[in-house]
């Protein structure tokens, strides 16, 4: 895109002057859910379609779950403590309830049983999401399609508007065989797309020979209208 992001206003706004979209969808990892989260509630509610958290610790994390090791590796400093499940800043925000117009979704890792590795299954389903997800996978292979297809593939499918409506919460996500290369991980997620595609080729097909004989049809006439013409000369 040739639109230049400007620094005075927030990533989100920029992203919506460029495209001339009203709303985004936010895709989200961990902290970084309680962040967007947030965001909603400091009143960028109107700015947000969808919300899709995968591995954010929404009722705090544990240090029994080696929450405390993860964090101070990866993001030392205050925000660790206010994501600790007894902290003040998520007291603060789990007393909002964003508006409905805002679409939340939830998938946690299930790898250790009732955690990934990292965070508790039930710290990050919320009541009030449209869909609570559950993945086989451990909490940093959340956002990596190659480690954690099920993940990938359900964000993907939220995305594009597949179970919006519904609200079978707290259904695990399980596959009988997961993908372990690109090209298999790429195959699995067009093997949907390709009847479509093939319906628009045919129907592109179609329109061509349809063409082809409206054009023959054309030249057929104007060779008896030249004959005509030669007849009464």
């Known amino acids: 895109s040739n639109c230049v992001y400007k620094v005075n206003i927030t990533i989100i706004e920029n992203i919506k002057r460029c495209t001339g979209s009203n709303k985004v969808d936010i ?25 899709i958290m995968l591995g954010t610790p929404n009722k705090g994390a544990y240090p029994d779950d080696g929450y405390n090791k993860f964090c101070e590796s990866t993001h030392p400093g205050q925000e660790c403590k206010d994501l600790s499940n007894d902290s003040a800043f998520l007291r603060n925000l789990n007393n909002y309830i964003p508006p409905s117009n805002v679409k939340i979704y939830t998938i946690a890792g299930n790898n250790k049983g009732d955690n990934d590795g990292v965070v508790r299954v039930n710290s990050v389903k919320l009541d009030y999401a449209q869909e609570n997800y559950e993945v086989n996978c451990k909490h940093g292979d959340l956002t990596e399609p190659n480690n954690c297809i099920n993940a990938y593939t359900k964000v993907k499918s939220i995305l594009q508007g597949d179970g919006e409506t519904s609200k079978k919460s707290n259904q695990p996500i399980y596959e009988d065989e997961s993908p372990t290369t690109s090209n298999e991980i790429a195959r699995k997620i067009t093997q949907k797309e390709e009847p479509q595609k093939s319906s628009e080729s045919n129907k592109i097909t179609e329109k061509s020979i349809s063409s082809e004989k409206v054009e023959s049809q054309q030249e057929k006439e104007e060779e008896i209208k030249l004959d005509n013409k030669k007849q009464e000369e």
Do not use: D, F, P, T
């Not at 989200?28 to 109107?46: L, T």
């Open 27 to 51: 895709v989200a990892h961990s902290m970084g859910g309680s962040v967007a989260r947030e965001y909603i509630k400091e009143g960028g509610a109107n700015s947000v379609n969808k919300l």
